[in-house]
Nanobody, 121 residues
Framework: QVQLVESGGGLVQPGGSLRLSCAASGSIFSISTMGWYRQAPGKQRELVAT???????NYLESVKGRFTISRDNAKNTVTLQMNSLKPEDTAVYYC???????????????WGQGTQVTVSS
């Protein structure tokens, strides 16, 4: 079993910063891509940023230049540094990882429980 545990959400004023962290634990042979998604009320879940094991990153257009994703492969962690936050960034943020649980296993997608980010004055 693989668990993803997120931390770092909260309430911040527009223009402020937050740092989200996610740690993967459990039965892990290998992790391919790790990333962050978000879902605002009444909207579909959308990709915010991903980080492939080799280091390639991908960002939602609206967060480019403001958010930075990084990962520590040795610790199976991924971090999202969010700067210059806007009210439209308000959402539940979910950690995502594409994990191979064992040598003979296929890769599977796992999700964290979500952490609320609220940007408001």
């Amino acid at each position: 079993q693989v668990q993803l545990v997120e931390s770092g959400g909260g309430l911040v004023q527009p223009g402020g910063s937050l740092r989200l962290s996610c740690a993967a634990s459990g039965s892990i042979f290998s992790i391919s891509t790790m990333g962050w998604y978000r879902q605002a009320p009444g909207k579909q879940r959308e990709l915010v940023a991903t980080n492939a094991r080799g280091g390639n990153t991908n960002y939602l257009e609206s967060v480019k230049g403001r958010f930075t994703i990084s990962r520590d492969n040795a610790k199976n962690t991924v971090t999202l540094q969010m700067n210059s936050l806007k009210p439209e960034d308000t959402a539940v943020y979910y950690c995502n990882a594409y994990v191979r649980p064992g040598y003979y296993s296929d890769y599977q997608t796992y999700w964290g429980q979500g952490t609320q980010v609220t940007v408001s004055s």
